[in-house]
């Protein structure tokens, strides 16, 4: 099996740990693709209706913002806080998840394909990422509409999805979403 998979790094992240997996762990393993998970994961909340409980969309957007602020700053794997960083799960707990989501993942794998990388790779990156942010902090004001902010938070997701694969088509669609968010904005900051 190979690495460049995320059920690859799933089953190396298995095999390289013991006991308790951390945060950390997870980090080192994905590297800089860690990145893309940590792009989806509140966008993923933001779209969800978890979206539609008042500050949800403001925290979403601000923590994509600081998300989006470490890749455009080239890093290469996402800093978190030590706290969050020495959390930890046990290692059964880890390859039980890790079987149980494997034939999921390998699906949702088989859409997703290394193809038009250039916008995956820096500098292009770094400069989708900013964009990215911009369009984050946009999901604080449109929060005063329901569900308004479900559009930059599934374009985010989109395009966290590309970039965790490389799949620079579904970067570029990301993208396309991420820009109708300027014409949603102006459409709910001039009814307000």
């Known amino acids: 099996m190979t690495n460049s998979t995320i059920t690859g790094f799933l089953d190396k992240l298995v095999e390289d ?5 951390t945060v950390e762990d997870v980090v080192s393993t994905f590297k800089e693709r860690g990145f893309g998970p940590l792009l989806m994961i509140p966008s993923l909340i933001a779209l969800l209706p978890t979206g539609a409980i008042p500050g949800v969309p403001s925290i979403c957007g601000i923590t994509l ?3 989006c602020i470490q890749l455009a700053a080239g890093r290469n794997h996402p800093w978190l806080p ?4 020495e959390r930890a799960i046990d290692h059964d707990k880890l390859q039980k998840a890790a079987n149980k989501s494997r034939p999921y993942i390998k699906r949702m794998e088989s859409l997703f394909r290394s193809r038009f990388t250039q916008l995956a790779e820096q500098p292009m990156r770094s400069i989708i990422a900013a964009f990215s942010g911009i369009v984050a902090l946009c999901m604080i004001p449109l929060e005063l509409m ?12 989109l395009t966290a999805i590309g970039i965790t694969y490389r799949d620079g088509v579904v970067i570029a669609i990301g993208l396309i979403a991420q820009s109708c968010t300027g014409f949603l904005l102006y459409q709910v900051v001039t009814m307000v």
């Open 17 to 21: 740990t013991e006991r308790t997996v």
């Open 65 to 67: 913002f600081l998300v």
């Open 82 to 85: 030590k706290a969050l960083r």
């Open 146 to 157: 329901p569900f308004a902010a479900a559009l930059p938070a599934g374009a985010i997701a």
